[in-house]
C-alpha cells in the first residue's frame, strides 16, 4: 500500500508514471463516467439536427427537428391510427437523425422521404401512409444542419438573412414612399404647366368615352387663362429629378426600380471571410452610403415643401463630411464576416479589434475549433482558449459592442439572443467554440462543445449595451448551468463489481474535459483496481483543499473505457494548476454577472453588522433595565501616555520568499519566470514583485512544497477576485 501511494504521490508531483504501479491512458479509449450514457447521440432525443427554416411567412428562423415532429404529432391527433402514425414517425425521425450524424446534407423533404425508403417505405403500406399524413402536418421546410464545424456559419448566416430581409422590406417600402411622393410633386407641376394644359393632355386624361362630348381646344384656352401658371423653380424641379434617379440606382438593397440593362450595376453584397475585405468595403462604399442617406433626407423636406436653397444647400454640401452616426446607419444592411481563429494572424487581430471599436455595422462570427493548445511560453501548460478570450474579453471592455460567446452545442437556445445582437447598432461579436477539434478527441463536436461550456472551460455570456446602463442589465451568464458553483454537479449511477446500484453526485471539472483529448494523456495515469486506495480524492475535492507542502491526497477522475467499464485516473499537478486558473476566471465572470459579487457580498456583510449593533442598542436600552451611572465607562482626556501603543506594530505587508529553506521545487518559476528566480545557491527569491499578479503569488504559496512563500497584501487593489485570493492567503502568513 506505501508503494502504491507513493507511486500516486511521484506521479502528481512530477508527472513520471512508474509502470508497475499506473497505466498509459493513451490507447485506452477513456471518456469522462458522465459520457457513458452519450455513445450513439443518433439514438437520442435532443436540439440536433436543426432545421433552418427558409420560409419567409415564418416567424422563426431555426428550429428544432424533434420539435417540429412533435408539433407535426400534435396535429395529427390521437385517432384510430394516430398511435402507429406516432410510431412510424419516430423510427423516420430517428433515421433522419442518423442520415445527418453520418454526414448527409439536405433539406427536410428530401431526407424525409430518403429515411422512408430506407426504412422500407416501398414495401410497407402502412409506413408510407404514416409518412404522408405525419409529413403534410410539417408546417416548414428547411436545409438540415448538426453541430458540426460548419453549424455557426450556417446558423448565423440565416439569422443574418433574416434580420436583412426584414431590413430590406422596410427600406422598399421607405423608397417606394419616398418616389412616389417625390412623383406626385413632378407630375402636379406638370399639370401646372402649358404642356398639362394643352387640349392633347387633357384629351388624353379624359379618355377615349367621353372625347366627343368636350372642345379640348377652348377647354385648354380656358384653363391657361383662369388658371395660375404656378410652375415649380427650375432648380428644384432638377433637384427632385435627381432624387429619385439616385433612389433608383443605390446598390444597398434589391429594388424593382433599378434600371435593367447590361451594364445595370448588381447590389452589393455583404457577407465576408475576412475582416480587411469588410473594412475595405466598406470604406469604398462610403462616398455612395451617404449619398443615398443625403438624397433620403433631402426628400424628406422636398416632400414636406420645407427644403429652403439659401439655408439647407450649403449644410448638405457638407452632409456626412465626418461620416454617419450609428443612427443614420441603421436602416443600411449589415456586413457579416465569418472567420476561423485558426486562420487569424496578427494584422487580422488588429483590425478585428478597430472593426469592434469603431462603431461599424459589422457583425463578425469568431469561430474557435481548439481551445486545447499549449501555452507557447510554457511547455505542457495549456491555455484553454486564453489568447482567443481575451477578444471577447477586451471586445466587452469597449462598452460599445454586442458581444456573445457560446459553444455550438449551446447556440439554439441562445437563438435569440444572436438575433439581437444581429440587430444592434454598431458592431457585434460572435465568439463560438464548434468543438470540431479533430482527431483529438475522438469525440463528437457536439459533446465537446458542450463539454467546454460545462466545465466552465468555456463560459457562455451576453454583453448587450443597449440592455441598460449598469453591468447587471448588460451582462448575463445565464445560459450557464448552476451558476453560483464552482463546477456543475451532476448524478451519476452505475453498478459496482458486486452488482449493486451506487448513486454519486461527480463534479465536471475542466480536468474533466481535458481528459477527453489524447494530446494530454501525459498528464493522465490509470490505476488498476487492484491498488485504488483512500488517498485518491476527486478534482473538485483537492482543489477545494488548502495544500500545504506534500499532499495527503491525490487527486483522481473517474473514467469509462470502451466497454463502459469504470476506471479511476489520476491527474498531475500541472492540470490542477489550469483548474484553478479555470476556476478564477470562473470567478470574475461570476462577479460582472453578479453572483458572489465581493462588492455586493461587503455590503450584505456592513448592513448585517450594523443591524446587529442596532438590536444590541436596542436590546440595552429596554425598559426596566436603565444603567447605574457609576457603571458608565467615562471618556478619559487624551495624553501622551495613552497613546503609547500597547502591543507590537503589524508586519510588513510585503511579500517574500525564505529564501534558506527553498527545495529548489521549480513551482514558482513555473507559474512566472520573471517574477521568481534562483539565486546562485538555486533558491528562489522574489526577483521582481511587479512582474506578476498577486493571484500568481497566492497559487506559487499553494504549489510549494515546503509552504515557505508568503504573499503579503495585494499591490493592485483592482485585482479581480481579491476576496478569495486573501482567504487563500490567509493560511500563508
Keep these: 500500500m506505501e508503494a502504491d501511494t ?23 479509449g477513456l471518456r469522462p463516467a458522465l459520457f457513458a450514457g452519450y455513445r450513439d447521440l443518433s439514438q437520442l432525443r435532443y436540439d440536433f439536427p436543426l432545421v433552418l427554416v427558409d420560409s419567409r411567412a415564418s416567424q422563426e428562423y431555426v428550429r428544432t427537428l424533434s420539435g417540429m415532429i412533435d408539433d407535426a404529432l400534435l396535429a395529427v391527433g390521437h385517432d384510430s391510427d394516430g398511435e402507429r402514425t406516432r410510431k412510424h414517425t419516430l423510427r423516420i425521425e430517428g433515421e433522419i437523425r442518423a442520415l445527418v450524424a453520418g454526414g448527409q446534407r439536405g433539406r427536410l423533404s428530401t431526407l424525409w422521404d430518403v429515411a422512408v425508403q430506407r426504412l422500407g417505405g416501398d414495401a410497407d403500406h402502412a409506413l408510407a401512409a404514416s409518412a404522408t399524413r405525419a409529413h403534410a402536418a410539417v408546417s416548414d421546410d428547411g436545409e438540415l444542419a448538426d453541430c458540426d464545424a460548419a453549424l455557426a456559419s450556417r446558423l448565423l448566416q440565416q439569422a443574418w438573412k433574416k434580420v436583412q430581409e426584414a431590413k430590406a422590406v422596410e427600406f422598399g417600402r421607405e423608397i417606394d414612399r419616398l418616389r412616389l411622393k417625390l412623383g406626385d410633386i413632378l407630375r402636379a407641376d406638370y399639370e401646372r404647366s402649358s404642356g398639362g394644359r394643352s387640349a392633347t393632355q387633357l384629351k388624353a386624361a379624359i379618355g377615349s368615352g367621353f372625347g366627343a362630348a368636350f372642345d379640348f381646344d377652348a377647354m385648354s384656352r380656358l384653363l391657361g387663362a383662369a388658371l395660375p401658371n404656378d410652375v415649380l423653380p427650375e432648380g428644384r424641379r432638377t433637384r427632385i429629378r435627381q432624387l429619385i434617379e439616385v433612389l433608383d440606382a443605390q446598390q444597398f438593397f434589391p429594388s424593382s426600380h433599378r434600371p435593367v440593362s447590361a451594364d445595370a450595376a448588381a447590389p452589393h453584397t455583404f457577407l465576408f471571410e475576412r475582416c480587411d475585405s469588410a473594412l475595405a468595403a466598406f470604406r469604398a462604399r462610403m462616398p455612395e452610403l451617404i449619398e443615398l442617406a443625403r438624397a433620403i433626407a433631402i426628400s424628406e423636406l422636398e416632400i414636406d415643401s420645407q427644403y429652403n436653397d439659401a439655408r439647407h444647400d450649403a449644410l448638405f454640401a457638407q452632409f456626412g463630411a465626418n461620416g454617419l452616426d450609428p443612427h443614420d446607419l441603421a436602416p443600411f444592411p449589415d456586413y457579416l464576416v465569418c472567420v476561423n481563429a485558426a486562420s487569424l494572424q496578427p494584422a487580422d487581430h488588429v483590425q478585428l479589434m478597430e472593426i469592434l471599436a469603431s462603431g461599424l455595422p459589422i457583425k463578425i462570427l469568431l469561430q474557435i475549433d481548439d481551445i486545447l493548445e499549449e501555452s507557447p511560453n510554457s511547455e505542457g501548460n495549456l491555455t484553454t482558449g486564453m489568447r482567443i478570450r481575451q477578444i471577447a474579453s477586451m471586445a466587452i471592455g469597449l462598452n460599445e459592442a454586442y458581444v456573445l460567446q457560446s459553444s455550438a452545442s449551446n447556440l439554439f437556445q441562445l437563438r435569440e439572443q444572436l438575433v439581437r445582437g444581429l440587430r444592434s447598432r454598431g458592431p457585434a461579436l460572435f465568439s463560438v467554440f464548434s468543438g470540431a477539434s479533430g482527431a ?23 454583453y448587450d449595451p443597449s440592455a441598460g446602463a449598469n453591468w447587471a442589465s448588460r451582462f448575463s451568464l445565464a445560459a450557464n448551468s448552476q451558476l453560483d458553483l464552482d463546477w456543475p454537479m451532476q448524478h451519476f449511477v452505475y453498478e459496482d463489481e458486486q452488482h449493486q446500484r451506487v448513486s454519486e453526485t461527480l463534479a465536471f471539472t475542466v480536468v474533466d474535459f481535458v481528459a477527453t483529448d489524447r494530446r494530454y494523456a501525459k498528464h493522465l495515469a490509470r490505476v488498476p483496481r487492484s491498488r485504488w486506495n483512500g488517498t485518491m480524492i476527486p478534482v473538485d475535492e483537492s482543489l477545494a483543499r488548502n495544500r500545504k507542502g506534500v499532499p495527503d491526497r491525490i487527486p483522481s477522475l473517474l473514467m469509462v473505457d470502451d466497454n463502459d467499464e469504470l476506471q479511476r485516473v489520476l491527474v498531475d499537478d500541472r492540470l490542477l494548476r489550469e483548474a484553478r486558473r479555470c476556476r478564477e476566471m470562473w470567478h470574475s465572470l461570476q462577479e460582472l454577472g453578479g453572483v458572489h459579487n465581493s462588492h455586493a457580498e461587503n455590503l450584505l456583510a456592513r448592513e448585517k453588522q450594523a443591524w446587529d449593533e442596532r438590536a444590541r442598542k436596542d436590546s440595552d436600552g429596554l425598559p426596566g433595565e436603565t444603567a447605574s451611572v457609576s457603571t458608565v465607562p467615562q471618556a478619559m482626556p487624551e495624553t501622551e501616555s495613552t497613546l503609547t501603543p500597547t502591543e507590537p506594530p503589524p508586519a510588513s505587508d510585503d511579500a517574500y520568499i525564505e529564501t534558506p529553506r527553498c527545495s529548489t521545487c521549480n513551482e514558482c518559476t513555473q507559474i512566472n519566470k520573471k517574477m521568481f528566480a534562483y539565486n546562485a545557491n538555486q533558491q528562489a527569491y522574489i526577483a521582481d514583485i511587479a512582474a506578476g499578479t498577486f493571484a500568481q ?15 503579503g497584501k495585494p499591490r493592485n487593489p483592482n485585482e479581480p477576485g481579491l476576496e478569495r485570493l486573501l482567504e487563500r492567503a490567509a493560511a500563508f502568513p
Excluded at 506559487?700 to 512563500?709: D, G, H, L, N, P
Design 697 to 711: 503569488l497566492v497559487e506559487a504559496a499553494e504549489s510549494c512544497q515546503v509552504s515557505i512563500i508568503h504573499p
Design 6 to 28: 507513493q507511486a500516486q504521490l511521484a506521479f502528481f508531483l512530477t508527472g513520471n508514471r512508474p509502470v508497475e504501479y499506473l497505466d498509459d491512458v493513451q490507447e485506452l
Design 440 to 462: 483529438a478527441s475522438g469525440l463528437p463536436p457536439y459533446l465537446v462543445s458542450a463539454a467546454a461550456m460545462e466545465s466552465r472551460a468555456f463560459p457562455a455570456f451576453t
